[in-house]
C-alpha cells in the first residue's frame, strides 16, 4: 500500500486536485494521503468548487470527494514539525497540483516557507518521486528557467494540458483524462486507458 502526498497551491484549477483525490481515494493501491492545502490554495478551492470557506479540513475533504475519506490524513500547512516534513518518513510520491508559479519558484530556490514546500524539498533530497503540475499562462522566462531547475533536480513536470484525442464529452472527462496520466507518472494504476493506440492498421 502506497503512501502519497498531494498538495495543493493557489493556483487556478482546484478541479484537478478534487478529480485526484477521488481516484486515489478509489485507488486500492494507495493506503494513506498527506494532503497539504495552502492558505491560497483554499481560497481558490473555495472560489472554484463553491466549497464551504470556513470548513475545518477534514469537512471540505468530504466536500471535495463527496463522502468522509477513509485515507487522508490532513495536515496544517504551518507544521513544520509534521510526519511528512522528514526524510525519514516513508513516502512513496508526492504532488503538487495545481502549482501556482509562486509555490514554482519557492521550490527551485530550496526556500521552503510551509509544510507544502518542505514536504516537495523532501522528496527531491530524498531522491523520492515529485510531480509538480503548474497551472499557469503564458509563461515568463522565470516560470520556464524554474521549471527546468526542478527537472533537472529530479521533479517530473506535468502541466496541466489536457488532450483532446480521447474525445472528451464534458469538462469532467476532460480533467480525468488528464489525472489518468499523472497517476502514471505516479507510478498507480487505474482502469481507463491513457496510451495513443495509433490508427488502426
Known amino acids: 500500500m502506497k503512501s502519497i502526498t498531494v498538495g495543493i497551491s493557489g493556483a487556478s484549477g482546484a478541479i484537478y486536485a478534487q478529480r485526484l483525490l477521488i481516484q486515489l481515494e478509489d ?24 466549497v464551504n470557506p470556513t470548513a475545518d479540513a477534514e469537512e471540505i475533504v468530504a466536500e471535495l470527494i463527496g463522502r468522509p475519506s477513509t485515507k487522508t490524513i490532513v495536515f496544517h500547512p504551518g507544521d ?4 511528512i516534513a522528514s526524510g525519514s518518513y516513508p513516502v512513496d510520491a508526492m504532488v503538487i497540483i495545481p502549482c501556482s508559479s509562486s509555490t514554482l519558484g519557492v521550490l527551485a530556490s530550496g ?6 514546500h518542505r514536504a516537495a524539498d523532501v522528496c527531491l533530497k530524498e531522491g523520492r518521486k515529485l510531480v509538480v503540475v503548474p497551472r499557469e499562462t503564458p509563461l515568463s522566462t522565470i516560470h520556464i528557467e524554474n521549471m527546468l531547475r526542478l527537472r533537472q533536480a ?24 488528464f489525472i489518468y496520466r499523472v497517476m502514471d507518472h505516479l507510478g498507480l494504476a487505474h482502469s481507463h486507458e491513457t496510451v495513443w493506440q495509433g490508427d488502426a492498421p
Do not use: C, T, W
Open 80 to 83: 513544520i514539525g509534521a510526519a
Open 27 to 50: 485507488s486500492i493501491e494507495v493506503g494513506q494521503i498527506n494532503l497539504v492545502i495552502s492558505g491560497p490554495g483554499r481560497r481558490v478551492i473555495s472560489d472554484e468548487l463553491d
Open 111 to 116: 526556500s521552503s516557507r510551509n509544510l507544502l
Open 154 to 177: 529530479g521533479a517530473f513536470i506535468v502541466p496541466a494540458m489536457p488532450a483532446f484525442y480521447h474525445k472528451p464529452v464534458d469538462i469532467v472527462s476532460m480533467v480525468d483524462h
